[in-house]
């Protein structure tokens, strides 16, 4: 187990490296420098401004460059936004905790819509009920998070005003604290998540309808089912216990999903998350933010897909690393 | 009755069934595939054409007297916020999206087969080092990426979208058609045909790829609804295509202007929504069928 993480984590290693230089080259490549968001260029001198350039190695070669940022990186430091005047650490973790409990509550809805209907799927295949799901994962594939924003927001939002549309918390609820400010917080996510969790359920309903359907076939049930175990039985403790293994470990990809999807749907909802920070941080030219954005999601995914295949390798012994 | 007679001659001749023939069964014996099938092919024959037929000046023609202007008769769609009549820009919107994500689900089933292909047959370290680059790509926010770089691009198009989106998804087919490809390799088939002395690449293209072929072009039906979802949220983000190129995506992030009043001026968004969720699913539809086909324990027909 633990020889496992570990080997993984090394691979990471070399991969996590390979990534933070190509992330610095293309932040090379973007406009401006350390300066640009401490200095204004109308009150300084183009001189003064060459000698403090020189002076924060501006000019140095691009590995000496690559060293500090990532030294400074690794320490927390991703240098200052060129728009808000204020370190990107600081914009970042204002930012963090909107995305975390948005994407749990996403991840917690996706398992909660998309288990008891695979079950059902699988239970009852080729029946009604499964076919009434298997439509509805079909739409659900083939419904962009846009797409279905755009169905939700005017019922929801506008005709029946049942959620408010945009922000994170209600300005009244947030001075009044505790339980009003959570509720509100609670009230402002829900149609959002609902938006992502009910796009993402497809893929896990259709995984445990088929594994359930093969597991139908398999000795251990024809087994079980010529001892005479009650159909209840079979289904409760052979079936399900077996073709929810894998779907334990789909969390980690689900997070991973939830938080690529966060782009979007921060940006449809107007959601103060970190998703929402990245779009308006590209329009605004403010790329140390971005920078420091991508490189942060790019941990939080490769956590997601490791966390994946612990939890597998937890839950179901029988895979060991070869 | 022509079932019958098609396995008994097949069964004559001695050889199994082609892969196009099964999906043509398969198709044939899933309603709701075959619908899509032919409703798609017309869908996209007009689209075509009409996109042709419009006049290319007309795409850009603004009337500012009819900004978010209402249907009426010879606009039936209405004026877009730009006062840009809004049936030439779906079409014209709809042609787009669908070639530029045909283009970029082409391009990374090219590439991504090839490299899949080698990596699966030679195994040892050219595939270690193949796999090791793909996991690299697999684990990039591939999104925020492409955002990036398409606002780091000067002067970009069309063309320059396609081979961004084309070099962050061909990990997918290459991850696909390697696996494929490894179970292949092993099989007597490939060692028969080696100690026979047929040189790597005849075996490669000529023996394991048609055995492959079906994964393939299921992968790439699939692949395409996906990448229109991808294409769409790129533009409704702002990051996609040009302003000047209409999209349906583009069509979507007008919406986000109207704000309370999305519903009482539908024929801005609706029409394109639908328009993807229709294709979309039709897509899906058919790729599912041909999925079913590939796997002989699925197939219905």
């Given at each position: 187990?633990?020889?496992t993480?570990?080997?993984?984590i090394l691979?990471l290693?070399p991969?996590?490296?390979?990534l933070?230089?190509?992330?610095?080259?293309?932040?090379?490549?973007m406009p401006g420098?350390a300066l640009?968001?401490?200095?204004d260029?109308?009150?300084t001198?183009?001189e003064r401004?060459?000698?403090l350039r020189?002076?924060y190695?501006f000019?140095d070669?691009?590995h000496v460059k690559?060293?500090r940022w990532?030294?400074?990186?690794?320490?927390?430091?991703?240098g200052?936004s060129?728009?808000?005047?204020l370190?990107v650490?600081r914009?970042?973790?204002?930012?963090?905790?909107?995305?975390?409990w948005?994407?749990?509550?996403?991840?917690?809805?996706?398992?909660?819509?998309?288990?008891p209907?695979g079950i059902?799927?699988?239970?009852?295949?080729?029946?009604?009920?499964?076919?009434?799901?298997?439509f509805?994962s079909y739409f659900?594939?083939a419904?962009p998070?846009?797409?279905?924003?755009l169905f939700?927001?005017?019922?929801?939002?506008?005709?029946?005003?049942w959620?408010?549309?945009?922000?994170s918390?209600?300005?009244?609820?947030?001075?009044?604290?505790g339980?009003?400010?959570f509720l509100?917080?609670?009230?402002h996510m829900?149609?959002p998540a609902m938006?992502?969790?009910?796009?993402?359920t497809?893929?896990i309903i259709?995984?445990?309808?088929?594994?359930?359907?093969?597991?139908?076939?398999?000795?251990?049930?024809?087994?079980a089912?010529?001892k005479g175990v009650?159909?209840r039985?079979?289904?409760?403790?052979?079936?399900?216990?077996?073709?929810l293994i894998?779907?334990?470990?789909?969390?980690?990809?689900s997070?991973t999903?939830?938080?690529s999807?966060?782009?979007?749907l921060e940006?449809?909802y107007s959601y103060p998350?970190?998703?929402?920070?990245?779009?308006?941080?590209i329009?605004l030219?403010?790329?140390p933010?971005?920078n420091a954005?991508?490189?942060?999601?790019a941990v939080?995914?490769?956590?997601?897909t490791?966390?994946?295949d612990?939890?597998l390798?937890?839950?179901?012994?029988?895979?060991k690393?070869k | 009755?022509t079932?019958?007679?098609e396995?008994?001659?097949?069964?004559?001749?001695?050889r199994p069934?082609?892969f196009?023939?099964?999906?043509?069964?398969?198709?044939?014996s899933d309603?709701?595939a075959?619908?899509s099938?032919?409703?798609?092919?017309?869908l996209?024959?007009?689209?075509f054409?009409a996109?042709?037929?419009v006049?290319?000046d007309?795409?850009?023609?603004?009337n500012l007297r009819?900004?978010?202007?209402s249907?009426e008769?010879g606009?039936?769609l209405?004026f877009d916020?730009s006062?840009r009549d809004?049936?030439?820009?779906?079409?014209?919107?709809?042609r787009n999206?669908?070639s530029?994500a045909?283009g970029?689900?082409a391009?990374?089933?090219i590439?991504g087969?090839?490299?899949g292909l080698?990596?699966?047959f030679f195994g040892?370290?050219v595939?270690?080092i193949?796999?090791r680059?793909v996991d690299?790509?697999?684990?990039?926010p591939?999104?925020m990426?492409?955002?990036?770089?398409v606002?780091l691009?000067p002067?970009?198009?069309?063309i320059?979208?396609?081979?961004?989106l084309a070099a962050f998804?061909?990990m997918?087919?290459?991850?696909?058609?390697?696996?494929k490809t490894?179970?292949?390799?092993n099989l007597?088939?490939?060692?028969?045909?080696?100690?026979l002395g047929?040189?790597n690449w005849?075996i490669m293209?000529t023996?394991?790829l048609?055995?492959i072929?079906s994964?393939?072009?299921?992968n790439?039906t699939?692949?395409?609804?996906g990448?229109?979802?991808?294409?769409?949220?790129?533009?409704?983000?702002g990051?996609?295509?040009?302003f000047s190129s209409p999209?349906?995506?583009?069509?979507l992030?007008n919406?986000r202007?109207?704000?309370?009043?999305?519903?009482?001026?539908w024929?801005i968004?609706l029409p394109?929504?639908?328009?993807?969720?229709i294709?979309?699913?039709?897509i899906?539809?058919?790729g599912?069928a041909f999925k079913?086909?590939?796997d002989a324990r699925q197939?219905i027909?």
């Open positions: 187990m633990w020889k993480i570990v080997r993984r691979i290693i991969q996590m490296f390979v933070s230089v190509f992330l610095f080259l293309l932040a090379e490549r420098d640009t968001g401490m200095i260029p109308t009150t001198r183009p401004l060459e000698e020189h002076q190695g000019y070669p691009w690559y060293t990532i030294g400074n990186a690794v320490r927390g430091d991703f200052r060129f728009y808000h005047k370190p650490t914009i970042i973790a204002d930012r963090a905790a909107n995305t975390f948005l994407g749990l509550l996403t991840v917690l809805l996706i398992y909660l819509i998309a288990i209907l059902t799927s699988g239970r009852f295949h080729d029946k009604p009920p499964d076919r009434a799901i298997s509805y659900a594939m419904t998070t846009i797409v279905l924003a939700l927001i005017p019922l929801f939002a506008f005709r029946l005003g959620f408010p549309f945009g922000g918390v209600d300005p009244r609820a947030f001075s009044q604290g339980i009003h400010y509100s917080r609670l009230h829900l149609l938006t992502a969790a009910l796009v993402s497809a893929y259709q995984y445990l309808r088929s594994e359930i359907v093969d597991y139908e076939q398999s000795d251990f049930v024809t087994t089912r010529s009650p159909q039985q079979i289904y409760s403790r052979h079936i399900f216990r077996n073709a894998p779907v334990a470990s789909f969390v980690g990809y997070i999903g939830v938080l999807g966060s782009v979007l940006t449809i998350g970190m998703g929402e920070l990245f779009v308006s941080s329009t030219r403010d790329y933010v971005a954005l991508i490189l942060l999601f939080l995914v490769v956590t997601g490791l966390l994946s612990i939890i390798r937890i839950v179901d012994p029988r895979l690393i | 009755m079932e019958f007679s396995m008994t001659q097949t069964a004559e001749s001695g069934p082609s196009f023939r099964i999906c043509r069964r398969e198709i044939w309603k709701f075959f619908i099938l032919v409703f798609l092919v017309i996209f024959l007009y689209i054409i996109a042709s037929q006049d290319p007309g795409v850009v023609r603004v009819k900004i978010n202007g249907p008769p606009h039936l209405g916020p006062g809004m049936y030439t820009q779906l079409i014209v919107g709809a999206s669908v530029i045909a970029i689900a391009i990374c089933c590439f087969t090839l490299i080698f990596a699966g040892g370290w595939d270690n193949v796999m680059v690299f790509f697999s684990m990039l591939i999104l990426i492409v955002i990036v770089i606002s691009i002067s970009y198009t069309v320059t979208l396609v081979w961004v998804y061909w997918f087919d290459a991850r696909l058609t390697r696996a490894l179970q292949q390799s007597d088939y490939v060692s028969a045909a080696k100690t047929t040189p005849k293209f023996q394991v048609p055995n072929a994964i393939v072009i299921v790439l699939l692949n395409l609804a990448l229109m979802g991808v294409e769409t949220g790129l533009t409704f983000l990051f996609g295509l040009p999209s349906l995506g583009a069509h992030a919406a202007t109207l704000g309370p009043l999305l519903m009482t001026r024929w968004w394109s929504a639908l328009l993807i969720v294709m979309m699913l039709c899906n539809f058919i599912q079913r086909a590939a197939r027909g």
